[in-house]
């Protein structure tokens, strides 16, 4: 499968913003879904995953309440949508994909970079 992901941009801090990942050659129901992003001079970190089915989704501490990640199966998308966004939130942002639900996150979009300004 290949991802391309879209949407970031810069915000003030407060703002908000959605990103959206599009998925081509695979059948994206077969795929666990999730969002990475690696700040500037850190390692990559996980933000927020979605199983196939769009019911169980599961997010790092530092944005619950505040993103919102889901998926459109018929359109083969992924989104997310982040609020009240803060500087720290500043990062390039990966989409990426799980084959059934294996274990590892195989697949990789190129990154789409959040800035947030105070």
């Known amino acids: 499968v290949q991802l391309q992901a879209s949407g970031g941009g810069l915000v003030q801090a407060g703002g908000s913003l959605r990103l959206s990942c599009a998925a081509s050659g695979g059948p994206f129901t077969n795929y666990v879904m999730g969002w990475f992003r690696q700040a500037p001079g850190k390692e990559r970190e996980f933000v927020c995953t979605?199983?196939?089915?769009?019911?169980?989704?599961e997010y790092a501490d530092s944005v619950k309440g505040r993103f919102t990640i889901s998926r459109d199966n018929r359109k083969n998308t992924l989104y997310l949508q982040m609020n009240n966004l803060k500087r720290e939130d500043t990062a390039v942002y990966y989409c990426a994909a799980q084959y059934n639900n294996n274990g590892a996150f195989g697949y990789w979009g190129q990154g789409t970079l959040v800035t947030v300004s105070s």
């Open positions: 979605i199983n196939s089915s769009g019911v169980r989704k």
